[in-house]
């Protein structure tokens, strides 16, 4: 590939995942200074969503940090951070409803969810493992190594790749569930969809940035 086309794109992925998350500071923190109708908190909307959706087993509990939000799977817990577990806005709504729609998608057994817990022990190693193998070959002139530190960052890629799905279908469940239980009204719900889309889009600014690293080590490159 032509070297000026592989830097243009590179260049174009990396302004946009700035922009993105530059786009997902300014939504969260908007939302968040807006009241939602129910005056209910972030951890009361993931407890209502999982009860009317029959999911009984997960517990919810705050976490440190800011968006640190997350379903672990392994031990069936809900972690909120604590602004969105104890604060009553339409952001920690928005963001406590993805996270139930996770859990949702655990207790179905989600096949979307499957692949990506599946792809996860070779993202971890090649995102550890993957810059640094990619460096030795390029420093040592050797294909092989070179190859191989492609190889692990292809697989990272294809994780992150496999993880679109499974957010854009949480954030389906989310909404779905709030419409409901009747927890949004036509401007809160331009509020949610915002924040989750915003959320979202990190997760597709983050692919667009590992593919173009990608590209700039090995786009002018035969391995």
């Known amino acids: 590939m032509d070297t000026t086309i592989v830097y243009l794109i590179a260049g174009a992925a990396f302004l946009a995942s700035w ?19 129910h005056g209910i908190t972030g951890a009361q909307t993931a407890a209502a969503i999982l009860a009317s959706n029959g999911v009984n087993h997960v517990r919810i509990e705050p976490v440190r940090g ?6 672990d799977p392994q031990k069936d817990i809900l972690r909120l951070s604590t602004s969105n577990f104890q604060e009553r806005s339409v952001a920690a709504m928005a963001v406590s409803a993805h996270e139930a729609g996770h859990a949702m998608q655990d207790a179905s057994n989600d096949l979307r969810l499957r692949l990506r817990r599946f792809l996860v022990p070779a993202a971890a190693f090649g995102s550890r493992m993957g810059p640094m193998i990619v460096m030795a070959g390029l420093f040592t002139g050797s294909q092989t190594i070179l ?6 960052l292809a697989g990272m890629i294809l994780f992150q790749l ?12 989310a909404m779905n569930s709030l419409r409901e239980l009747g927890f949004t009204d036509p401007e809160q719900e331009a509020g949610t969809r915002a924040v989750l889309t915003a959320a979202a889009l ?10 173009a690293y990608f590209l700039t080590l090995f786009g002018r490159r035969r391995i």
């Open 19 to 37: 922009l993105v998350k530059r786009w997902l500071k300014h939504t969260y923190a908007k939302w968040s200074q807006v009241p939602n109708t």
């Open 66 to 71: 800011k968006l640190t939000d997350h379903y």
């Open 147 to 152: 190859l191989a530190g492609a190889l692990l």
């Open 162 to 173: 496999a993880t679109l799905p499974v957010e854009f279908n949480a954030s389906r469940r």
């Open 202 to 211: 990190t997760y597709v600014a983050a692919a667009a940035t590992s593919i």
